[in-house]
């Protein structure tokens, strides 16, 4: 019998989906009133039998109680949820700080928590945004989850940033990938770069779209792709870069699409003992501070940081006022700061 019902619990819980199931959900199965199933599990005046009937549904359906329900019944929830995918780069630190900015000014509070690319983590956290009640999510969401998301799900309105979801899904900020990152081929063409490999991120939508960008500029000129696609961080980076070293044919120029990838590719040239641009050409995402420092400067492609977030802010303080709006997706130009990494190609 004690197997039968945890046999019950799993597939209950699959059919809530991952997010699990809400309080309407309990009051059904234990054909009970909303109003009672919060009775019955706050310590309300409710008979014994009654209780221990809801405390059963919500164990049958893993229902997680809102941890502070009692206090946003009477009052409209102030905070913010913001997951970013990894705080260690600095382009999420960076809309980390415009959001807190933009919601400081509304008076409202933040959240932040850190889902390092990991979709058991995002799914962990999303579930903390549901028990705190939060008002909204703003989130940069691993490529599974983009593809898949289900904003029906969730009590709060989200806005994607950084990745977007299939069109109409959320509201989203992002860049414009496919532009930027035929901006950076097209630039080490001219420059007479001509076996140009790029390096992308494996989980993310992002890393995907600058993919496509990257070949569909080196295809229009006939020349060959060279794509490889790790995890987005700097050991991946090295390690990725200084095998792809090791070939005797290896590229005269490098992409990274991210500002981590991209440290991991200066780290590994020069570990090689190789010269930038004098041995191979390098080239971006994300105008770091530390990226003006190597050598005469790395060329990158410059995102609008501080109006991702801002704008992110906006949108979901929008959706709150009007929750019956069409969903928006805005993308924001890039800017290629051109520097010494990408200098004319000696013959």
Same mark, same amino acid.
């Given at each position: 019998m004690e197997a039968d019902k945890r046999g019950v619990q799993r597939d209950l819980s699959k059919e809530w989906g991952l997010m699990g199931a809400k309080i309407k959900d309990v009051a059904a199965l234990a054909r009970v009133s909303i109003a009672t199933v919060s009775r019955a599990l706050g310590n309300g005046p409710v008979s014994a039998d009654?209780?221990?009937? @809801?405390? $059963? /549904?919500?164990?049958? #359906?893993?229902?997680? *109680?809102? #941890?502070? /329900?009692?206090?946003?019944?009477?009052? $409209?929830?102030?905070?913010?949820?913001? =997951?970013?995918?990894?705080?260690?780069? *600095?382009?999420?630190?960076?809309?980390?700080?415009?959001v807190e900015d933009a919601a400081y000014r509304a008076g409202m509070r933040v959240i932040l928590c850190n889902v390092d690319e990991d979709v058991k983590k995002e799914a962990m956290y999303l579930r903390l945004m549901q028990e705190e009640r939060v008002c909204g999510v703003i989130f940069s969401p691993t490529g599974d989850t983009a593809s898949h998301f289900r904003p029906d799900r969730f009590e709060f309105p989200v806005v994607m940033i950084d990745r977007a979801g299939p069109p109409g899904v959320t509201d989203a900020v992002v860049l414009d990938n496919m532009l930027a990152a035929q901006q950076l081929v097209t630039h080490l063409i001219e420059r007479g770069y001509r076996r140009i490999g790029g390096l992308f991120g494996n989980s993310s939508t992002t890393g995907a779209e600058r993919a496509a960008g990257y070949e569909a500029a080196l295809m229009a000129q006939g020349l060959p792709v060279?794509?490889?696609?790790?995890? *987005?961080?700097?050991?991946?980076?090295?390690?990725?870069?200084?095998?792809?070293?090791?070939?005797?044919?290896?590229?005269? /120029?490098?992409?990274?699409?991210?500002?981590?990838?991209? $440290?991991?590719?200066?780290?590994?040239?020069?570990?090689? !003992?190789?010269?930038?641009? +004098?041995?191979?050409?390098?080239?971006?995402?994300?105008?770091? /501070?530390?990226? !003006?420092?190597? +050598?005469?400067?790395?060329?990158?492609?410059?995102?609008?940081?501080?109006?991702?977030?801002?704008?992110?802010?906006?949108? #979901?303080?929008?959706? =709150?006022?009007? *929750?019956?709006?069409?969903?928006?997706?805005? @993308?924001?130009?890039?800017? #290629?700061?051109?520097?010494?990494?990408?200098?004319?190609? $000696?013959?």
């Open positions: 009654l209780k221990e009937r @809801v405390e $059963q /549904a919500a164990a049958q #359906l893993g229902y997680r *109680p809102n #941890l502070s /329900a009692r206090r946003l019944r009477s009052q $409209q929830s102030r905070t913010v949820g913001l =997951l970013v995918s990894d705080i260690r780069n *600095p382009f999420f630190t960076a809309v980390s700080r415009s060279a794509a490889r696609f790790v995890s *987005p961080n700097v050991d991946a980076a090295v390690s990725a870069v200084k095998a792809w070293l090791a070939e005797p044919d290896h590229p005269d /120029a490098l992409i990274a699409s991210n500002g981590l990838l991209l $440290q991991g590719a200066v780290r590994a040239l020069m570990e090689a !003992g190789m010269s930038i641009p +004098g041995d191979v050409a390098l080239a971006g995402f994300d105008n770091d /501070a530390w990226t !003006g420092l190597v +050598g005469q400067g790395l060329t990158v492609i410059e995102q609008p940081v501080y109006d991702i977030g801002t704008l992110a802010m906006e949108m #979901l303080l929008s959706r =709150l006022e009007n *929750p019956s709006l069409a969903k928006r997706k805005m @993308v924001l130009n890039g800017v #290629l700061l051109t520097r010494g990494s990408t200098a004319t190609k $000696q013959v």
